[in-house]
């Protein structure tokens, strides 16, 4: 079992930044990717960024740009860099983690970008 814990969140102005952090914990797994998604009020939840094992990064079109995804594979952590904040990013962010065939979501963590 995974747990993941996504930190980070809060309300800044537009055009501020924002790192959300995501810890994994548990044992006896090996991660491969891990990702951000992200849900609006009243819409789906949408890929923000992705990262493999490897390092290999993909981006949502709308975060091209402004924001960076990185991992630290030794501390199961990975981070979502994000500058130039509009309010429309504003949303719950998920961290997401895969393991094997298995896939975890953190609980979220609350980004409100104001005006």
């Known amino acids: 079992q995974v747990q993941l814990v996504d930190t980070g969140g809060g309300l800044v102005q537009a055009g501020g930044s924002l790192r959300l952090s995501c810890a994994a914990s548990?044992?006896?797994?090996?991660?491969?990717?891990m990702g951000w998604y992200r849900q609006a009020p009243g819409k789906q939840r949408e890929l923000v960024a992705a990262i493999s094992s490897g390092g290999s990064t993909n981006y949502a079109d709308f975060a091209k740009g402004r924001f960076t995804i990185s991992r630290d594979n030794a501390k199961n952590t990975v981070y979502l860099q994000m500058n130039s904040l509009k309010p429309e990013d504003t949303a719950v962010y998920y961290c997401?983690?895969?393991?094997?065939?298995?896939?975890?979501w953190g609980k979220g963590t609350l980004v409100t970008v104001s005006s």
């Open positions: 548990g044992s006896g797994y090996s991660i491969n990717a």
């Open positions: 997401n983690v895969r393991v094997g065939v298995l896939t975890y």
